[in-house]
């Protein structure tokens, strides 16, 4: 299976500013997808990472606040633009979705906005 | 068991134990399942999966068990380690190259 690379591992942002998470992963891959994890709880997808074209986002997700980016087979970024507290959270990348292959996860960003 | 709240339902058992996860689904549709274990500070990772045309897996230790009448699913392991305490997911998709929709997570914790 796949091995994915995600950064920065943590961050503390001001309300206000945006992060870019990045994630790289180390073969080609079909599909990527981007999750949420409020603390304590499970894993709440965002949306999947199309090549070539838009993001598909899921209900409560839009693309102002989430612009994601999936450049190539192997590489892909999610934006948290104008972050409130409420953002504060884990954000977890994912790539595969082949039976065969199964689907990674990388180690997530730890996300504090003070 | 249910979760309340923002808290997972936690499973608690003695090192040595078997211990069980089960976990509900709700879409008759789903065609693949996979349970994941997540420790502090790090991303999912795979434990065992299971294609809705079989009811039964096993791998090292674990086995998963798929009860598609009661849209059921669980996660056994055999003689529980320490190392095993951490959060446990289901997971479901209901085709290939779909995101995961997951469950609601349990806690297992193992004392020696």
């Known amino acids: 299976s796949a091995v994915i690379s995600q950064k920065p591992s943590r961050d503390i942002c001001q309300r206000g500013t945006s992060l870019t998470i990045q994630c790289q992963v180390d073969s080609q891959v079909t599909m990527m997808f981007w999750y949420r994890q409020q603390p304590g709880q499970s894993l709440t997808l965002i949306a999947t990472a199309n090549q070539g074209s838009e993001a598909t986002y899921e209900s409560g997700f839009v693309i102002d606040k989430f612009p994601i980016s999936r450049p190539n087979l192997t590489f892909s970024t999610l934006t948290v633009s104008n972050m409130s507290p409420e953002d504060s959270s884990i954000y977890l990348c994912?790539?595969?979705?082949?039976?065969?292959?199964?689907?990674?996860f990388g180690s997530g960003t730890r996300l504090t906005v003070v | 068991g249910e979760s309340v709240g923002l808290h997972l339902p936690t499973l608690s058992v003695q090192e040595g134990d078997n211990s069980i996860i089960n976990c509900a689904y709700s879409?008759?549709?789903?065609?693949?399942f996979i349970w994941y274990k997540q420790e502090s500070g790090k991303g999912p990772q795979f434990i065992i999966d299971i294609r809705s045309n079989m009811d039964k897996r096993q791998g090292q230790r674990v086995t998963v068990l798929l009860n598609k009448t009661v849209k059921h699913l669980s996660l056994q392991i055999a003689a529980t380690q320490p190392g095993d305490s951490a959060v446990y997911f289901c997971a479901e998709n209901t085709q290939a190259g779909t995101a995961l929709i997951f469950g609601k997570g349990t806690t297992l914790s193992v004392s020696s």
């Open positions: 994912s790539a595969g979705g082949d039976y065969n292959y199964g689907y990674t």
């Open positions: 879409n008759s549709a789903s065609d693949y």
